[in-house]
């Protein structure tokens, strides 16, 4: 039989099914949102309590930028002593009050989106125990230690704190446009003249920063699989046999140079444009003094409004009020269609169907009256051409071996075969019957590759056969419980 060593490669129904979704270049956005909203369902009311607490903050929020207009053109430009302490009292007391409710919210905030990062995880997790032998025996280990670690703690953030991120800056911007409109309408259709503009500019930044945070997941899942194959057991000692060592931390360093590159893109990407906006938020408070002074000093009103120093300071009070939140959403377009690339990843794995599961009405056998009668009628069993490493293959065509063979692996040597080894494609199994009694000793002998370890596969269907009859104790294992 040929020497030879195989470590799992991508394929099987997992990468079926990935490379037909991918045929089908589905549009995943809403659909990938719809899912994840849906996760925030068992916390209905929790997710209440913190919308009602961003809202009250909010409007907390408004009273000193309008008390300020006050303070200077009712108290101070009235000489109004005790108007001024009580203005100022209010704006002492407000943002003690707003600061309790924020903390409240951020503990709401972080149990819910904790609590949901825990069901991503047990729902995964989940889901793959209920998947196949063959799926296992198709994939690399590293590749699922990646998705459910890389890929779902990848979201951790977006999960925990972007969403009420979003809520709380879509109320402060709206709250204080409308404020800035009561003040000013000329001045605010000034200062928020090219936001159509921005918005633009974000969309298309945001889709490229998707595209490379998919990348950069799966090179990260790349080389997560490569560590775990080379620095195992048995893969350190495939390397330090063939003396392969240069040839696998070669291999290792493309792949993290690769890595590297991607991660330094991924956080470049749209660095330019909102450096530009940074700058453009900066310069508009100049502009609106200019523009401010000269009504004031030709004494126009325009829309019907006057101004006044009030007026001003309350405006540019509430423009930087603004600024922030205003950058926050438009930067937190581009980090949602990142996080939607990892939840694509992660509903991928969701969305693998089960190949091996219980029968609607499927029996559970009692283990105390369970007797152990094994019998196989007419059973026959072929390994799929995509499983990349059946249980009992140890020799396959010069292109599997290729397929399978690991980076850092020589070219195996040439030895006559003693045995037919099961060959994907090829029969294993091929019209197998025979009755095992409860007691009875018996054994499985035939050469390497003959099928004896896909016998005891197919009792626990960690494999399914492709036809006869598997019986415990006279009940078909299809029609008991896994």
């Known amino acids: 039989m040929g020497v030879h060593m195989a470590f799992h490669g991508m394929g099987g129904g997992m990468s079926a099914y990935l490379e037909e979704q991918k045929k089908r270049g589905r549009k995943t956005d809403a659909r990938t949102l719809r899912r994840v909203a849906a996760a925030f369902k068992p916390y209905i009311p929790q997710v209440i309590l913190v919308l009602a607490a961003i809202l009250l903050t909010t409007l907390l929020g408004l009273i000193n930028p309008l008390l300020i207009q006050r303070i200077f053109d009712d108290a101070i430009g009235a000489h109004n002593i005790p108007r001024l302490i009580l203005y100022v009292i209010i704006m002492f007391v407000t943002p003690i009050v707003a600061g309790l409710i924020g903390v409240g919210q951020s503990y709401l905030n972080n149990v819910v989106g904790q609590n949901v990062m825990r069901d991503f995880r047990n729902k995964l997790y989940s889901h793959l125990q209920s998947m196949s032998l063959r799926f296992f025996t198709a994939t690399r280990t590293g590749e699922i230690q990646s998705r459910l670690s890389n ?94 060592q240069k040839y696998a931390l070669g291999q290792f360093e493309k792949e993290n140079q690769n890595l590297t590159n991607l991660e330094i893109r991924q956080q470049m990407i749209g660095r330019w444009f909102f450096m530009f906006i940074g700058t453009f938020f900066s310069v508009i408070p100049a502009i609106v003094y200019l523009v401010a002074g000269l009504q004031i000093i030709n004494h126009q009103n325009i829309f019907g409004v006057g101004m006044t120093f009030g007026t001003i ?64 009628k007419n059973v026959s069993f072929t390994y799929k051409r995509d499983d990349a490493n059946p249980p009992e293959k140890e020799a396959a065509s010069d292109e599997d071996k290729d397929k399978a063979r690991p980076p850092f692996a020589p070219e195996p040597a040439a030895v006559p075969s003693m045995s037919e080894e099961p060959v994907p494609g090829r029969p294993t199994l091929n019209n197998i019957s025979f009755d095992i009694q409860p007691g009875q000793l018996a054994a499985l002998v035939g050469p390497s590759g003959a099928g004896k370890t896909t016998i005891t596969y197919l009792v626990p269907r960690l494999y399914e056969a492709d036809s006869g009859t598997i019986e415990i104790d006279g009940h078909d294992v299809k029609g008991v419980t896994l």
């Open 151 to 244: 890929d779902v703690g990848g979201v951790q953030g977006v999960v925990t704190n972007t969403a009420t991120s979003i809520v709380s800056n879509i109320a402060t911007v709206l709250s204080t446009v409308i404020a800035m409109l009561i003040l000013s309408p000329l001045l605010t259709l000034i200062s928020l003249g090219l936001l159509p503009l921005f918005l633009w500019f974000t969309y298309k930044v945001g889709n490229v920063r998707r595209i490379t945070s998919k990348e950069t997941q799966k090179s990260m899942a790349s080389l997560t699989a490569m560590m775990q194959e080379t620095l195992s057991v048995s893969g350190i000692l495939l390397i330090k046999t063939f003396g392969r």
């Open 313 to 376: 300071v309350a405006f540019t009070t509430l423009q930087s009020r603004i600024f922030f939140p205003l950058g926050q959403l438009l930067q937190v377009q581009v980090d949602i269609q990142g996080a939607l690339a990892l939840f694509d990843r992660i509903f991928e794995y969701l969305d693998i169907p089960v190949d091996i599961k219980d029968a609607p009405n499927a029996l559970a056998l009692d283990p105390e009256k369970t007797r152990g009668r094994v019998t196989f």
